[in-house]
């Protein structure tokens, strides 16, 4: 069982807020130069999407009313959600802040048919918190994800063996989870435009094309996918930890870009030590004004968390860098991740960072993130103001996803 929350944010605030109810809302950050990321139904029926920024929102809808993201509420409602999908399943992956994944097999007999578990889910779950929720059921994860998707908003789909390949057979390879539009262009290249000519591609085409992927496609295009649920502490491993940010004003400003980069780094550091991760590699993400974005990365001598090495790592990846115009966004993330805390260094001065690291990190998380920080990121007009985003969709209630949030 897939449950998929409808327009969370935008719901979460309807629900708060009884006047906002059956208006065109969006909902955006305090920056200067935030987006929207959700838009309630009414006003998604006026054409506002996820990624407009306010000016193209409003061209849409004229009558549409902005709300500034409250991030405390919609991680309340959702560790609630999840504490209702647990009383059903001990089986309960949280794949998104409004998403979650059900092994339902071992749970029906008390009501009898899935029809009738996913109805009692959705009665409690509006009982609790007042919202609506699609439901996808099917033999595995990516059909019901597929289901979930096919009737909203308060929907419920169920897709069995015998109904999934005709539902495939037309179906647009992209809207298969996991097929993004590079791979959905890529794939276009080969002529591979529906899910039933993907799972009939000659298996040595997709091989040549995509390498060790080329095999799971093709079973995907035919509606098998093998992952299980994976509850809480049994989750993939991370493959990365990053941050980014948009910047308030696009800037060519070098001084400026490198304090936005120490942030950046400081945040993913911060993130990494608490789960004892380091990375072997440090990848610098950067958007320009038209949206055009690419990522450049640098391979370590060793795996690190350290603020210090990733900022001058991100930092040495920019001195290389030939902007070709001024930056509107900004990233760093460090991928090739191990666990562990590694061999204690030999050097004194490398140790007495780690121990003032571990210090800014105690104070941080018992007083508040940047209760202490680096001296540069105080100066007066640094640009580099704290203004609050609307929590990440990925955030999850445990791991690494769970970034600590205003």
Not at 160 to 180: C, H, R, Y
Not at 254 to 276: C, D, F, T
Request: hydrophobic share 40%; aromatic share 6%; proline share 4%.
């Amino acid at each position: 069982m897939h449950v998929d929350m409808n327009a969370f944010f935008a719901s979460v605030e309807q629900r708060c807020s009884p006047a906002l109810r059956g208006k065109p809302i969006a909902v955006v950050g305090s920056a200067k130069r935030t987006v929207v990321t959700t838009a309630s139904y009414e006003a998604r029926a006026f054409g506002v999407k996820t990624g407009m920024n306010r000016f193209e929102a409003k061209m849409a809808c004229p009558q549409i009313i902005f709300v500034v993201g409250d991030n405390s509420k919609y991680i309340d409602a959702s560790v609630r959600i999840l504490e209702i999908l647990n009383s059903f399943s001990p089986l309960v992956e949280a794949y998104s802040i409004d998403e979650a994944f059900i092994d339902i097999t071992g749970c029906l007999a008390p009501f009898g048919t899935p029809s009738a578990l996913a109805m009692e889910v959705k009665r409690r779950i509006k009982e609790a918190l007042g919202l609506t929720c699609s439901i996808g059921i099917a033999p595995n994860k990516l059909l019901a994800k597929l289901a979930s998707d096919m009737k909203k908003p308060d929907g419920l789909v169920i897709m069995d063996e015998a109904s999934s390949p005709g539902v495939l057979e037309d179906l647009p390879a992209g809207e298969l989870w996991g097929i993004g539009p590079r791979l959905t262009e890529h794939l276009g290249r080969l002529g591979i435009r529906t899910c039933g000519q993907l799972g009939r591609a000659p298996l040595s085409l997709l091989r040549d094309r995509f390498g060790v992927i080329g095999e799971r496609l093709k079973l995907m295009g035919q509606g098998i996918y093998s992952n299980e649920v994976a509850p809480a502490g049994h989750e993939d491993e991370a493959r990365s930890v990053g941050h980014s940010t948009t910047l308030p004003a696009d800037t060519s400003e070098k001084g400026a870009i490198r304090r936005y980069l120490l942030k950046l780094s400081e945040m993913v550091g911060a993130r990494a030590r608490e789960h004892g991760l380091k990375g072997s590699k440090v990848c610098l993400t950067v958007r320009y004004p038209d949206f055009y974005t690419f990522s450049r990365q640098k391979t370590l001598p060793s795996h690190t968390n350290d603020t210090r090495a990733i900022y001058m790592s991100a930092l040495s990846i920019l001195e290389v860098m030939r902007l070709r115009t001024a930056v509107r966004l900004l990233g760093v993330s460090i991928s090739g991740l191990a666990k562990g805390s590694g061999q204690m260094s030999l050097f004194e001065d490398d140790r007495r960072r780690q121990r003032l690291l571990e210090a800014m990190d105690e104070v941080n998380r018992s007083f508040g993130g940047y209760t202490i920080t680096w001296g540069s990121l105080l100066d007066e007009g640094s640009g580099c103001d704290d203004e609050t985003g609307v929590i990440s969709p990925a955030w999850r209630p445990v791991g690494v996803k769970r970034i600590n949030v205003k």
